[in-house]
């Protein structure tokens, strides 16, 4: 079956500007989760969507961000007036629920450039 | 700070030898888990074992955690010029979200 799936694969914006990332997650996964990964680094907890809940946001590095899930499938990823530290890859990733002990499947990546 | 932070940073073997990564981490754990990532994309899950495990195989994978030290080691056997990657320890404390480490470059010469 399909995987999670991202897009853009790559963008690159000025400084300034608003960016959307799009996340797709394998169908029936209930949970689905950003994170963000700079150059040669571990990868860092951005937010967390379980099915109906309120999305766990305690990782978003600043009010910038924000993130949406629409009927529980497909989610955006906004980063408004991006900042040069901005840069990074963005990964998404999705499983069936919360403590199942399952792996998280992950998503190709954005690769975000910002001028 | 990291929760995950793995040892060594960077490791080169030759095709055929064992490698061996380990992972440290600071608080307690519902289970630690392993990923593979190639080429600084997606993350590919290796292998999973839970707090109330101390090994488990998978493969050429053999994994063991110690929580009385709140550590992790992933062996991998007979390993091939295909396993160079980074590899990555990531915690779940049952909230979900994973804690990664910084990752571990593992190169194997053919």
């Known amino acids: 079956g399909a995987g999670v799936s991202q897009s853009p694969s790559n963008k690159v914006t000025e400084k300034g500007k608003d960016v959307e990332l799009r996340c797709d997650p394998i169908?029936?996964?209930?949970?689905l989760y950003w994170y963000r990964q700079s150059l040669g680094q571990g990868l860092e907890f951005l937010i967390y969507?379980?099915?109906?809940?309120?999305?766990?946001k305690s990782g978003l590095p600043s009010d910038r961000f924000s993130a949406e899930r629409t009927g529980g499938s497909v989610s955006t990823l906004t980063i408004q007036r991006t900042q040069q530290e901005d840069s990074a890859v963005y990964l998404c990733?999705?499983?069936?629920?919360?403590?199942?002990?399952?792996?998280?499947?992950f998503g190709p990546g954005t690769r975000l450039t910002v001028l | 700070s990291q929760q995950g932070e793995e040892d060594p940073q960077a490791l080169s073997i030759q095709e055929g030898e064992n490698a061996t990564m380990n992972c440290s981490y600071k608080?307690?754990?519902?289970?630690l888990q392993w990923y593979r990532q190639n080429s600084g994309r997606g993350l590919v899950h290796l292998i999973l074992?839970?707090?109330?495990?101390r090994e488990k195989h998978s493969g050429r994978l053999r994994v063991t955690l110690d929580t009385s030290k709140k550590s992790s080691s992933l062996l991998i056997t007979a390993s091939r010029a295909a396993d160079t990657a980074s590899y990555f320890c990531?915690?779940?404390?049952?909230?979900?979200?994973?804690?990664f480490g910084k990752g571990i470059t593992l190169s194997v010469r053919p």
């Open positions: 990733a999705s499983n069936l629920q919360r403590g199942a002990n399952n792996e998280q499947f």
């Open positions: 074992i839970r707090s109330n495990e």
């Open positions: 169908s029936g996964h209930t949970a």
């Open positions: 990531a915690t779940d404390l049952l909230g979900g979200k994973l804690t």
């Open positions: 969507f379980q099915g109906n809940s309120a999305p766990d």
């Open positions: 608080t307690s754990i519902n289970n």
